[in-house]
Protein backbone atom coordinates (compact mmCIF):
# COMPACT_ATOMS: atom_id res chain seq x y z
CA UNK A 1 0.00 0.00 0.00
CA UNK A 2 1.45 2.99 -1.01
CA UNK A 3 2.67 5.67 1.81
CA UNK A 4 0.72 8.66 2.73
CA UNK A 5 2.51 12.09 1.71
CA UNK A 6 4.46 13.75 4.82
CA UNK A 7 2.88 16.50 6.17
CA UNK A 8 5.46 18.75 4.36
CA UNK A 9 4.54 17.37 0.87
CA UNK A 10 0.75 17.57 1.54
CA UNK A 11 1.37 21.25 2.83
CA UNK A 12 2.58 21.42 -0.88
CA UNK A 13 -0.08 20.06 -2.65
CA UNK A 14 -2.58 22.12 -0.79
CA UNK A 15 -1.08 25.27 -1.76
CA UNK A 16 -1.22 23.80 -5.79
CA UNK A 17 -3.19 26.11 -7.77
CA UNK A 18 -6.92 25.41 -7.74
CA UNK A 19 -7.30 25.25 -11.68
CA UNK A 20 -3.99 23.16 -12.72
CA UNK A 21 -2.84 21.70 -10.03
CA UNK A 22 0.71 24.08 -10.15
CA UNK A 23 3.01 23.73 -8.00
CA UNK A 24 5.24 25.56 -5.82
CA UNK A 25 8.04 24.11 -3.34
CA UNK A 26 11.61 23.53 -3.23
CA UNK A 27 13.37 20.95 -5.90
CA UNK A 28 13.97 18.65 -3.23
CA UNK A 29 9.66 18.41 -2.44
CA UNK A 30 9.10 18.23 -5.98
CA UNK A 31 11.34 15.61 -6.85
CA UNK A 32 9.66 14.08 -4.00
CA UNK A 33 6.53 14.11 -5.35
CA UNK A 34 7.38 13.47 -9.18
CA UNK A 35 9.08 10.07 -7.87
CA UNK A 36 5.59 8.87 -5.67
CA UNK A 37 3.79 9.56 -8.72
CA UNK A 38 1.90 12.57 -7.67
CA UNK A 39 3.67 15.53 -9.37
CA UNK A 40 4.87 15.74 -12.84
CA UNK A 41 7.77 18.11 -14.76
CA UNK A 42 6.35 19.97 -17.84
CA UNK A 43 8.10 19.31 -20.51
CA UNK A 44 8.64 23.07 -21.99
CA UNK A 45 9.88 26.03 -20.29
CA UNK A 46 9.80 27.03 -17.47
CA UNK A 47 9.76 23.81 -16.82
CA UNK A 48 6.59 23.90 -14.13
CA UNK A 49 5.35 21.26 -11.64
CA UNK A 50 1.78 19.95 -11.67
CA UNK A 51 -0.06 17.98 -9.86
CA UNK A 52 -0.79 14.45 -11.67
CA UNK A 53 -4.39 12.49 -11.29
CA UNK A 54 -3.39 10.66 -8.12
CA UNK A 55 -2.03 14.49 -6.65
CA UNK A 56 -5.40 15.54 -7.57
CA UNK A 57 -7.58 13.24 -5.58
CA UNK A 58 -5.25 13.54 -2.95
CA UNK A 59 -6.04 17.47 -2.97
CA UNK A 60 -9.85 16.46 -3.61
CA UNK A 61 -10.25 14.95 -0.33
CA UNK A 62 -9.77 18.10 1.20
CA UNK A 63 -12.63 19.90 2.46
CA UNK A 64 -14.20 22.24 -0.51
CA UNK A 65 -14.11 25.96 -0.65
CA UNK A 66 -16.72 28.50 -1.52
CA UNK A 67 -18.60 29.00 -4.28
CA UNK A 68 -16.78 29.94 -7.78
CA UNK A 69 -17.33 34.24 -7.75
CA UNK A 70 -16.37 33.74 -4.08
CA UNK A 71 -13.72 31.40 -4.05
CA UNK A 72 -11.80 33.63 -7.14
CA UNK A 73 -11.96 36.70 -5.21
CA UNK A 74 -10.58 34.74 -2.24
CA UNK A 75 -7.94 33.18 -3.86
CA UNK A 76 -6.71 36.41 -5.37
CA UNK A 77 -6.53 38.14 -2.15
CA UNK A 78 -4.19 34.86 -0.84
CA UNK A 79 -1.82 35.09 -4.45
CA UNK A 80 -3.08 31.94 -5.37
CA UNK A 81 -4.29 31.64 -9.75
CA UNK A 82 -7.81 31.57 -10.07
CA UNK A 83 -9.11 31.94 -13.44
CA UNK A 84 -11.64 34.81 -13.59
CA UNK A 85 -15.65 33.49 -13.93
CA UNK A 86 -16.28 37.26 -13.83
CA UNK A 87 -18.42 39.53 -11.37
CA UNK A 88 -15.50 38.96 -8.58
CA UNK A 89 -15.23 41.57 -5.76
CA UNK A 90 -11.41 41.97 -5.87
CA UNK A 91 -10.41 40.57 -9.55
CA UNK A 92 -6.95 40.82 -10.51
CA UNK A 93 -4.72 43.09 -11.84
CA UNK A 94 -5.19 43.17 -15.59
CA UNK A 95 -1.72 43.56 -17.43
CA UNK A 96 1.42 41.19 -18.78
CA UNK A 97 1.92 39.18 -15.56
CA UNK A 98 -1.73 38.19 -15.25
CA UNK A 99 -1.57 37.21 -19.31
CA UNK A 100 1.87 35.22 -18.44
CA UNK A 101 -0.50 33.38 -15.42
CA UNK A 102 -2.99 32.70 -17.67
CA UNK A 103 -0.98 31.48 -20.48
CA UNK A 104 0.76 29.10 -18.01
CA UNK A 105 -2.35 27.58 -16.33
CA UNK A 106 -3.93 26.82 -19.60
CA UNK A 107 -0.97 24.84 -21.37
CA UNK A 108 -1.20 23.00 -17.90
CA UNK A 109 -4.40 22.20 -18.06
CA UNK A 110 -3.63 21.36 -21.89
CA UNK A 111 -0.64 18.81 -19.94
CA UNK A 112 -3.48 17.35 -18.01
CA UNK A 113 -5.05 16.05 -20.39
CA UNK A 114 -2.17 14.48 -22.85
CA UNK A 115 -1.85 13.02 -19.50
CA UNK A 116 -5.08 11.60 -18.36
CA UNK A 117 -6.70 10.46 -21.94
CA UNK A 118 -5.69 6.84 -22.87
CA UNK A 119 -5.02 7.87 -26.30
CA UNK A 120 -3.25 11.51 -25.53
CA UNK A 121 -5.45 13.61 -26.78
CA UNK A 122 -5.88 17.48 -26.31
CA UNK A 123 -8.78 18.55 -28.00
CA UNK A 124 -11.74 17.94 -25.08
CA UNK A 125 -11.82 17.97 -21.55
CA UNK A 126 -10.37 15.79 -19.13
CA UNK A 127 -12.24 14.57 -15.85
CA UNK A 128 -10.33 17.19 -13.80
CA UNK A 129 -12.37 19.58 -15.52
CA UNK A 130 -15.63 17.75 -15.36
CA UNK A 131 -15.38 18.00 -11.92
CA UNK A 132 -14.39 22.03 -11.66
CA UNK A 133 -16.90 23.23 -14.72
CA UNK A 134 -17.01 26.44 -13.90
CA UNK A 135 -13.37 26.78 -13.27
CA UNK A 136 -12.39 24.77 -16.68
CA UNK A 137 -14.77 26.68 -18.97
CA UNK A 138 -13.27 30.54 -17.20
CA UNK A 139 -9.85 29.31 -18.09
CA UNK A 140 -10.83 28.66 -21.71
CA UNK A 141 -12.15 32.01 -22.44
CA UNK A 142 -9.65 34.10 -19.77
CA UNK A 143 -7.00 32.15 -21.86
CA UNK A 144 -8.36 32.73 -24.92
CA UNK A 145 -8.57 37.04 -24.33
CA UNK A 146 -11.78 37.28 -23.65
CA UNK A 147 -12.88 40.05 -21.21
CA UNK A 148 -14.66 38.78 -17.77
CA UNK A 149 -17.25 41.22 -16.46
CA UNK A 150 -16.15 43.22 -13.05
CA UNK A 151 -18.56 44.77 -11.05
CA UNK A 152 -20.38 45.80 -13.68
CA UNK A 153 -22.00 42.83 -15.91
CA UNK A 154 -21.91 44.80 -19.06
CA UNK A 155 -18.33 44.42 -19.13
CA UNK A 156 -18.05 40.84 -20.35
CA UNK A 157 -18.33 37.49 -19.48
CA UNK A 158 -19.93 35.80 -16.58
CA UNK A 159 -19.55 31.87 -15.75
CA UNK A 160 -21.69 30.29 -13.55
CA UNK A 161 -22.93 26.65 -12.11
CA UNK A 162 -26.48 25.37 -13.44
CA UNK A 163 -28.45 22.59 -11.73
CA UNK A 164 -27.34 20.33 -14.93
CA UNK A 165 -25.33 17.80 -14.34
CA UNK A 166 -21.82 18.83 -16.52
CA UNK A 167 -23.36 22.20 -17.80
CA UNK A 168 -22.46 25.85 -17.33
CA UNK A 169 -24.03 28.84 -17.90
CA UNK A 170 -22.11 31.74 -20.09
CA UNK A 171 -23.63 34.88 -19.94
CA UNK A 172 -22.52 38.18 -21.81
CA UNK A 173 -24.73 41.30 -22.68
CA UNK A 174 -23.30 41.57 -26.03
CA UNK A 175 -24.57 39.03 -28.77
CA UNK A 176 -20.96 39.49 -30.81
CA UNK A 177 -18.86 38.47 -27.80
CA UNK A 178 -21.31 35.72 -26.48
CA UNK A 179 -21.59 33.62 -30.01
CA UNK A 180 -17.25 34.73 -29.39
CA UNK A 181 -17.67 32.61 -26.21
CA UNK A 182 -19.21 30.03 -27.69
CA UNK A 183 -16.72 29.67 -30.64
CA UNK A 184 -13.83 29.71 -28.22
CA UNK A 185 -15.54 26.76 -25.69
CA UNK A 186 -16.32 24.61 -29.32
CA UNK A 187 -12.65 24.81 -29.89
CA UNK A 188 -11.54 23.96 -26.37
CA UNK A 189 -13.81 20.62 -26.75
CA UNK A 190 -17.06 22.00 -24.88
CA UNK A 191 -20.76 21.20 -26.62
CA UNK A 192 -22.30 24.59 -26.31
CA UNK A 193 -25.89 25.56 -26.99
CA UNK A 194 -27.33 29.15 -27.43
CA UNK A 195 -30.24 30.06 -24.65
CA UNK A 196 -32.99 32.47 -23.78
CA UNK A 197 -33.81 32.43 -20.09
CA UNK A 198 -37.84 32.33 -20.61
CA UNK A 199 -38.12 34.86 -17.69
CA UNK A 200 -35.62 37.80 -18.12
CA UNK A 201 -35.34 37.01 -22.04
CA UNK A 202 -31.52 37.02 -21.25
CA UNK A 203 -29.23 34.91 -24.11
CA UNK A 204 -26.87 32.67 -22.39
CA UNK A 205 -24.80 29.78 -23.42
CA UNK A 206 -25.26 26.41 -21.82
CA UNK A 207 -21.53 24.41 -22.44
CA UNK A 208 -20.62 21.19 -21.27
CA UNK A 209 -17.26 19.60 -21.96
CA UNK A 210 -16.95 16.97 -24.70
CA UNK A 211 -16.49 12.76 -24.27
CA UNK A 212 -15.47 12.37 -27.90
Known sequence: MTRPP???QRRVIDAADPVTGRLRGTEAQLAALVRRGLAFRHPRPPHDHFLTPAGHRIREAAPRGPEPAEAASTSAAAGVFAARVGGEQDAPAAGAARIREVHSAWQGLLELRRMTHADGAQDRPCGWERTHLVQAAALALEAAGHPPAGRDPA????VRATPQPEAVAVYDPD?????ACASTLEG???QVGEHTDPRTRERYLLASPRRM
Open 6 to 8: TAA
Open 155 to 158: EGYR
Open 175 to 179: GTRLR
Open 188 to 190: AGW
